[in-house]
């Protein structure tokens, strides 16, 4: 279903060996208790599946990144039918703005519902912990996807290492300008974690630079609209620029269009964010330099079998991180 890469983890060992105990233990219980009742013994186990689950995801915003972890969720969920015979359903349910009370609204209404578990990609960690808080209250499963959980809520996360993912980029953007030049940053939305994470990883590394300038940040609000829109003002305004790193998935591909539309191609140098289609098919055409991905299909795949392990009495670990590539031109056919 995935192919390696995206299914290489960096988690630590201990928390291999730990996930491992776990998914073993859900594919033997069933055979164990079937054992048992042929024996007439009862078997001294909390573990009651059930014939059906429901699972409630809420992303960020209505993105092509969320569909991926949506494809991957689903796959999760055919994962969990073929092995346990339980019915699973995997309600989707996307904020139509990337607003945090509009996404507190589908949680709230998503907790009135008593699904087994809600997995969300929190807008805004503050704003978002009372009402996660209260799912936890009632008895509703919760676990954190593409970000860090919000302090002081136990509870589940599946991610990637967001700063090292945006030092890659980084990085990378200083190579390719030869250690000097005017440099640039798309933010999608401030108060979502990852994104600010990734924002004051872009500029530690190029604070360690003393010919690299950073001339501005600009924000698009996870929209590919508003990134074209804003880096073709900054763009105008700041006629030296020489490169862009980027905080989401949207904001390449926005700003890649007006590096297109200036007539700047190959002269503003652009290090993109993940694996979409659009990311690859603009590495390819020589619009942007790479892409720095985190594997959003195996994010989706993790965070419902936290969730179906939580719903089965069973701790899934604190954390999981899927990892991340770095995607450029010679490399594309290991994507595509």
């Known amino acids: 279903m995935f192919n390696n890469n995206q299914f290489r983890f960096y988690v630590t060992r201990a928390h291999w060996l730990c996930l491992a105990l776990l998914v073993v233990a859900v594919l033997i219980m069933p055979m164990l208790a079937k054992q048992a009742h042929a024996n007439e013994q009862p078997l001294s186990s909390s573990f009651t599946g059930k014939d059906n689950y429901r699972f409630v995801i809420v992303p960020k915003a209505v993105a092509p990144w969320f569909d991926s972890v949506n494809e991957g969720a689903q796959r999760a969920a055919e994962m969990i039918e073929a092995q346990s ?26 907790i009135a519902t008593r699904p087994d578990g809600i997995a969300v990609d929190p807008l805004d960690a503050n704003a978002n912990r009372a009402i996660l808080q209260e799912a936890l209250d009632q008895g509703i499963n919760v676990v954190i996807f593409d970000s860090p959980a919000p302090e002081g809520l136990e509870v589940s996360s599946v ?34 974690p990852n994104h600010a994470i990734r924002v004051r990883c872009h500029k530690e590394v190029f604070a360690q630079h003393p010919d690299i300038q950073v001339i501005g940040t600009a924000i698009n609000d996870d929209s590919i609209a508003k990134a074209q829109q804003q880096a073709a003002a900054l763009m105008q305004s700041n006629p030296e620029l020489d ?94």
């Open 85 to 110: 015979g339980a019915d699973v359903e995997i309600e989707y349910s996307a904020p139509q703005q990337s607003q945090v009370a509009v996404q507190n609204q589908i949680l709230e209404q998503a």
């Open 159 to 192: 991610g990637n290492d967001f700063c090292e993912q945006a030092k890659i980029a980084a990085r990378r953007l200083v190579e390719r300008l030869g250690e000097k030049g005017q440099v640039a940053i798309m933010m999608g939305t401030p108060t979502a």
């Open 243 to 336: 490169g862009w790193v980027v905080s989401e998935a949207s904001g390449p591909i926005g700003v890649a269009q007006a590096i297109k539309e200036a007539g700047k191609v190959g002269e503003v140098k652009l290090v993109g964010l993940e694996k979409l289609p659009e990311m690859l098919q603009l590495i390819e055409e020589g619009v942007a330099d790479s892409s720095v991905a985190n594997r959003p299909e195996a994010q989706g795949y993790w965070t419902v079998q936290a969730l179906w392990q939580q719903s089965l009495g069973i701790k899934p670990p604190d954390y999981m991180d899927t990892g991340v590539d770095l995607i450029t031109r010679d490399k594309l056919d290991d994507f595509q």
